[in-house]
């Protein structure tokens, strides 16, 4: 709307920050007016700061990326091994991608990462759901269509993601989950009902207990700074939608928190902050954690959910395990209706938060 | 597990079931097995003899499945099981019902009229008149100093709606209490509306001006009702407003204080809140205004696009969507612990029927045994968290200070950004919000005694 003002004003205004070079943008988080330089140091000190405060990894970890070759995960990529040189966390970085095996999407992606593996020096490893499963994306979907699709996706690629990392022997996977998505997060729990979720969805760090923990760096991150650092970086991501899920970010929660950004953006903060202030007691009923009898993978019940899937799809029964099925009933949540509504009130059904 | 057997009645493969009444939200307790045919065939599913009435909306709630018998029985109900479950009102209470003008209030208005009358008409027909009947009154706080001059004229025609809605209830009577928002303050009424003019102006966020409103009305109602002897305030609050206000808390970063706002009973106050239109959704209720002909007002508050009137939109939004999401959100929150002051104090008064003591001790929610002394913030009085108040008294040189002890929300959106100002502001707050800030939040000695009891020998104090 004002675009013109804007220029206007902004020509002469000296960053807020160094009172030294030219305001060359306005801080999405703060709306302060700020240059080029003292944005890219206080975006990185921000990073740089969750991760001390939170002690995210420890001297000497091995940690794999999960790279996507999105925004996100290129912009992690690059910030943590920046971060990992110039304040010596002496950490192995390495990344790690799933290939789910969609033409046209996930191939053209892959190049991407492939790029960052040379512009970065981080090892790559790929794991990819046809070695793992034997199945690609794209034959599912021509089997089950576009139903549910995101579902047997999002399970595969949870454990694919833990079997990687086991492959890689790495301490820790780091994911490229920014302020937006949490609080998208937190939203949607609330909206849902799911008080479980609600209370572990805001820890940075998540399935300690479990064979591989995760993290999440860019947990009070926002996206649009997340963009604008690839931005004037000039960061070699991609940014094309997955061809199974087009519309994924147009969810009603996303299109609200987007909204409330445009009035408040502290909003997303104070959401976080929400999300960790809940009084929710302790003694929140956890499913007892055991292991898939089939693959040894931690499940609740007597198969993880990928063998259960996997079972239908060899057995071309591909309903089975999916809907509305009681005892599946967190993963029946995610896709509470597979109807052809045009909106949905999630965003991300792949990519959950929740591992 | 999952239902796979073909015995299994619960019809959760049943597609069809669901999508002929899409009215099933999770709040509803409707039988469940058969009534799939009655709704097809235009009956009510509950009394299976009169036909569905039809007001266009439908799908809401539990409109579009009952009969209007049924439908007023239902809402009634609700209402009445939110009363006695929690010990809302006792027969030696004086209730004050805040009256906004709108259906939520004018139901709640309407619901404790009837139970008033009811009570009532047992009293007359009792030998002993044990029991006796609580007493209403109805409070209306015109705000129109507050916002936009808009003409008197409305104003006066709304309070002489009101008067006669009030009047026009059948006895036993109650009283009206009409109160302006200034009167918070003391002086001529042309100070008084220049202070608060003042003190709203100085806020710059239009989110943070519509809440120090809410926070000024919460106030006065206090005002009125510890003035005027009354034992509890009854609020209009129904599911949909509730839902809202549990978004935007979250938005606001009040994820801590939240599940204090949204329980039946808050008795932070002098004088305790209720709230029995908690289980009732606002479509509920603007049917049964419509089908009663139960006459509510519109007053023309002008709207700004704030957090408040976003997160509405948003929640209408989801309603539409799945017409169980404002029930489903308020479960959610309703799952967050609350807090010790939500319930209603025990009565020690030992003229209080004894009954009615062992009533009010059965109902009332028990506390996981926890003793809590919270601090509350000056502004809005919601509790801040522990670990919140450490980081403040670390920061500020003198904790004593207004703004220091004021939660975050509170200190981001209502409290001037610059210092200087501070003191401005301050000056013209309302005098019974600086006096509460004033007052250091003591412990309050008979919760502490309650967790000690086992273990005093003597009855009171004063026996030492």
Redesign the interface.
């Known amino acids: 709307m004002d675009t013109g003002e804007k220029l206007r004003r902004g020509g002469g205004r000296l960053c807020c920050i160094c009172n030294d070079r030219r305001a060359a943008l306005k801080r999405p988080k703060t709306l302060q007016q700020i240059c080029r330089e003292c944005f890219y140091a206080v975006f990185e000190e921000e990073i740089h700061q969750v991760i001390i405060k939170n002690q995210l990894f420890k001297p000497g970890e091995r940690i794999a990326i999960g790279a996507s070759g999105g925004k996100d995960s290129t912009v992690l990529a690059y910030v943590l091994s920046e971060l990992n040189k110039r304040y010596s966390y002496g950490l192995d970085l390495f990344l790690l991608s799933i290939d789910e095996g969609i033409t046209g999407y996930r191939d053209d992606s892959l190049e991407t990462v492939k790029r960052n593996e040379l512009q970065y020096g981080l090892p790559l490893k790929i794991i990819s759901y046809k070695d793992l499963y034997g199945w690609t994306m794209d034959e599912i979907v021509k089997m089950i269509g576009l139903k549910n699709n995101c579902t047997f996706c999002g399970v595969f690629r949870r454990q694919a993601l833990d079997r990687g990392a086991a492959l890689l022997k790495v301490d820790k996977v780091a994911t490229g989950h920014n302020a937006d998505d949490i609080a998208e997060t937190?939203?949607l729990?609330?909206?849902?009902?799911?008080?479980a979720r609600?209370s572990r969805c805001t820890s940075i760090t998540t399935g300690e207990d479990g064979p591989i923990p995760r993290c999440k760096p860019f947990k009070y991150t926002y996206e649009k700074e997340i963009v604008m650092y690839a931005y004037f970086k000039k960061l070699d991501y991609f940014s094309t939608e997955c061809i199974y899920s087009p519309n994924a970010y147009r969810g009603?929660a996303r299109e609200?928190i987007k909204?409330?950004e445009r009035?408040?953006p502290?909003?997303i903060?104070?959401?976080i902050?929400?999300?960790?202030?809940?009084?929710?007691?302790t003694s929140?009923k956890m499913p007892e954690q055991g292991t898939c009898e089939r693959c040894g993978y931690i499940s609740s019940q007597k198969w993880c959910k990928a063998c259960v899937l996997l079972e239908g799809l060899n057995r071309g029964m591909p309903k089975l395990g999916i809907g509305?099925?009681?005892?599946?009933s967190s993963d029946q949540m995610k896709n509470p209706k597979p109807t052809g509504?045009a909106?949905n009130?999630e965003s991300k059904q792949c990519g959950s938060l929740d591992f | 597990?999952?239902?796979?057997g073909s015995a299994c009645q619960s019809g959760?493969?049943r597609d069809g079931y669901e999508a002929a009444t899409p009215g099933d939200g999770?709040a509803a307790t409707a039988p469940d097995n058969g009534n799939g045919n009655a709704t097809t065939n235009g009956l009510c599913v509950k009394c299976k003899v009169n036909e569905v009435f039809s007001d266009g909306g439908g799908g809401a709630g539990d409109d579009g499945r009952f009969c209007a018998e049924c439908f007023r029985s239902n809402l009634f109900g609700k209402f009445r099981h939110a009363i006695t479950s929690n010990a809302m009102i006792a027969p030696t209470d004086n209730v004050l019902v805040a009256f906004s003008g709108g259906p939520a209030s004018r139901v709640a208005l309407q619901f404790v009229h009837d139970m008033q009358y009811k009570a009532q008409k047992n009293f007359d027909a009792s030998r002993d008149r044990s029991l006796p009947v609580f007493g209403v009154g109805v409070a209306f706080i015109d705000e129109s100093a507050a916002s936009a001059p808009s003409s008197d004229k409305v104003m006066d025609m709304a309070i002489k709606d009101i008067k006669s809605i009030v009047l026009e209830l059948a006895p036993p009577t109650k009283e009206l209490h009409i109160f302006s928002i200034e009167r918070l303050y003391l002086g001529d009424s042309n100070d008084q509306r220049n202070k608060l003019k003042e003190v709203l102006d100085a806020v710059t966020?239009p989110?943070g001006k519509e809440d120090l409103l809410g926070h000024l009305r919460m106030l006065v109602l206090q005002k009125i009702a510890s003035e005027n002897g009354y034992t509890r305030v009854v609020l209009g609050s129904c599911t949909s407003r509730i839902s809202c206000h549990?978004?935007s808390?979250?938005?606001?970063?009040?994820?801590?204080s939240?599940?204090a706002d949204i329980q039946y009973v808050d008795a932070r106050w002098e004088v305790p809140l209720v709230l029995p239109l908690r289980d009732c959704l606002a479509q509920e209720l603007n049917m049964l205004c419509r089908l009663d002909g139960l006459k509510t007002i519109g007053l023309p508050y002008e709207t700004c696009?704030?957090?408040n009137s976003?997160i509405s939109t948003?929640v209408a939004?989801?309603q539409e969507?799945n017409p169980s999401?404002e029930s489903?959100?308020v479960?959610?929150?309703g799952?967050?612990?609350p807090f010790a002051f939500n319930r209603i104090p025990e009565i020690k008064d030992i003229n209080v029927p004894l009954a009615t003591r062992r009533r009010q001790k059965r109902s009332n929610i028990k506390l996981?045994g926890s003793i809590s002394s919270e601090s509350f913030c000056p502004m809005c009085y919601c509790p801040i968290?522990p670990t919140e108040l450490g980081i403040l008294k670390a920061q500020e040189v003198s904790s004593d200070s207004f703004d220091a002890s004021c939660c975050s929300?509170c200190r981001?959106q209502i409290l001037p950004q610059d210092p200087t100002r501070m003191e401005d502001f301050y000056s013209n707050l309302p005098p019974l919000l600086v006096a509460r800030a004033t007052r250091r939040n003591p412990p309050d000695p008979s919760s502490l005694r309650e967790h000690i009891q086992d273990y005093l020998l003597l009855d009171s104090e004063n026996e030492e």
């Open positions: 937190v939203l729990n609330i909206l849902r009902g799911d008080i609600l009603f609200f909204d409330l009035i408040r502290r909003a903060l104070d959401i902050k929400s999300g960790e202030d809940f009084r929710i007691s929140t509305r099925t009681r005892g599946m509504a909106k009130i | 597990m999952a239902c796979n959760c493969y999770a966020d989110t549990v978004i808390a979250t938005v606001k970063g009040r994820g801590y939240l599940p696009h704030t957090i976003l948003f939004l989801l969507e999401r489903t959100i479960r959610t929150a799952k967050l612990n996981n968290m929300s981001f």
